[in-house]
């Protein structure tokens, strides 16, 4: 969960609200790929409820995922491929977000735009060093830890996290009065 926080941590009251009139709530069936490995994806997906399972084709499942959760975001940014297939594990209930709206959205608002990206940013930066820890080589503390940083205790942090608990609840409430879509 803290993930997502982060991302709307970075974003606008009125961002969050975009992201839940623009996307679409989509539940998907255990064994549905969102995402398939070496596919374009036209999509990013937040993980709204249940689990999902990253799986690349030599190695098996790589990670499992639970609510609040990413994927897609490596496509939109840098517009190739996806490295892995990310799997329903279980029933699984997605706001899928289209590039081509966030593209969009990101024309018509460059501020959202720099938001956004300075939000994934900050979510790759962790992925990337949960990865460099899990390799060995460093003990970095990610979002997934519940370690206390010397410098987590930031003010600023504390209250962009606190407002985007808001914002997701309030994003949940708007997609729940949003008709769901079978996948």
């Known amino acids: 969960m803290r ?31 969102l995402i398939r490995q070496g596919v374009r994806s036209d999509s990013i997906y937040f993980l709204l409820d249940g689990k999902l399972r990253v799986e690349d ?13 990413i994927v897609g975001e490596m496509s939109f940014v840098d517009d190739s491929p996806p490295s892995a297939t990310v799997v329903a594990d279980g029933t699984v209930t997605v706001l899928r977000l289209p590039h081509s709206e966030i593209e969009r959205r990101c024309q018509e608002d460059p501020a959202f735009g720099m938001r956004l990206y300075k939000a994934l940013c900050f979510f790759l930066a962790d992925r990337l060093r949960g990865t460099v820890r899990r390799l060995g080589y460093g003990e970095a503390a990610t979002l997934d830890s519940d370690e206390v940083l010397e410098d987590e205790l930031d003010e600023k942090l504390l209250d962009q996290v606190s407002l985007a608990g808001a914002r997701f609840d309030r994003m949940l409430k708007l997609l729940s009065g949003a008709t769901s879509v079978q996948g």
Not at 4 to 27: F, H, N, P, S, Y
Request: proline share 0%; no cysteine; aromatic share 2%.
């Open 57 to 69: 084709e030599k190695i098996g499942v790589i990670a499992r995922l639970g609510t609040g959760e």
């Open 3 to 33: 993930k997502v926080l982060v991302i709307l941590g970075q974003l606008k009251d009125t961002d969050a609200e975009w992201m839940a009139r623009a996307g679409e709530k989509v539940k998907h069936e255990d064994g549905t790929a």
